[in-house]
C-alpha cells in the first residue's frame, strides 16, 4: 500500500486533522506532505496534488481522493475490518448524518474561532450565533452519546471517523476556552488523550510557519 496525505500546516488545518487523525489512530501507514497555507505559492503547491486545490487530499496509487469525508469513506471501504464507522447499521446511519452535519455547516463557529491548535487557551468573547452553533454540537454529541456511548468515551463508544469529524470543534472549544457541559468537558478530554491527537499537537507545535491572523486571535 502507497498512501500519501496532502496537508495544510497542522497548526492550521482543521480539515487536514480529520483524516490524518483517523489513519493514524487506526495505525494505517501513510506519507504526509504538508504544504503550508497562506503563502503567494499554496495554491499552486496544492493543485499538484488535489484537483480542488484544497487540503486534505489522499493520494492512494494512482487514486487521488478528495474532501475530508469523502477520504473517511475511502479508508472505511479499503479497511472493511477497522470499524472506522460504527458497526451497528443505526449507529453507522447517525455517525455519517453527525459527519455530513459537520462537513456543511458550524460557519459561525469556524469564522469566529479560527483553528490554531498551538493556541494557548484563552477565551474570547462568544456572540449568540456561534453560541448558537456550540448548543447544537453540544446537543447531538450529548444524544449520540446518550444512545450509542456506552462502550467507551467516544461518540459510539470505541473512536470512529465521526470523532475524527469533530475533532478540529474539539481543540476549538478547548483554545477559546468555550463554556461547555460535564459532559462535553469528557468528550474533549477523551478526544485529546488520544495518541494520535497528541501526535498531530506535537507536529503542529514543531512546524516553523506562523500566520499572523490566526496568531492574533
Ligand atoms: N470541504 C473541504 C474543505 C477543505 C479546505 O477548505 N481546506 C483548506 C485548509 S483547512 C484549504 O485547502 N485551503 C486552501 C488555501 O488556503 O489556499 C474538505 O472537507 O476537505
Not at 21 to 26: A, S
Not at 33 to 60: C, E, F, K, M
Not at 132 to 160: K, M, Y
Not at 176 to 196: F, H, Q, S
Amino acid at each position: 500500500m502507497n498512501w500519501t496525505l496532502t496537508i495544510g500546516n497542522k497548526a492550521y488545518s482543521s480539515w487536514s486533522q480529520r483524516p490524518w487523525i483517523l489513519l493514524r489512530h487506526f495505525d494505517i501507514p501513510f506519507t504526509e506532505r504538508v504544504v503550508p497555507l497562506d503563502r503567494a505559492t499554496t495554491s499552486v503547491d496544492i493543485q499538484q496534488h488535489s484537483p480542488t486545490g484544497r487540503v486534505p487530499a489522499l493520494q492512494a496509487g494512482d487514486l487521488v481522493i478528495w474532501e475530508s469525508i469523502a477520504i473517511a469513506e475511502f479508508i472505511a471501504d479499503r479497511f472493511p475490518d477497522k470499524a472506522i464507522w460504527p458497526v451497528d447499521p443505526d449507529a453507522r446511519a447517525i455517525a455519517r448524518s453527525l459527519a455530513a452535519e459537520m462537513h456543511a455547516s458550524f460557519t459561525r463557529l469556524r469564522q469566529h474561532c479560527p483553528t490554531n491548535f498551538r493556541r494557548p487557551q484563552r477565551a474570547i468573547a462568544i456572540p449568540d450565533d456561534v453560541r448558537h452553533d456550540v448548543d447544537r454540537i453540544e446537543a447531538a454529541w450529548s444524544a449520540t452519546r446518550q444512545q450509542w456511548g456506552q462502550g467507551g468515551p467516544f461518540l459510539f463508544g470505541a473512536f470512529t471517523a465521526a470523532d475524527a469529524m469533530y475533532a478540529p470543534v474539539v481543540n476549538r472549544f478547548w483554545t477559546y476556552d468555550i463554556p461547555v457541559k460535564g459532559e462535553t468537558r469528557a468528550y474533549m478530554e477523551a478526544m485529546m488523550a488520544l495518541p494520535a491527537w497528541l501526535a498531530w499537537i506535537e507536529g503542529a507545535k514543531a512546524e516553523p510557519w506562523f500566520i499572523d491572523k490566526y496568531e492574533a486571535i
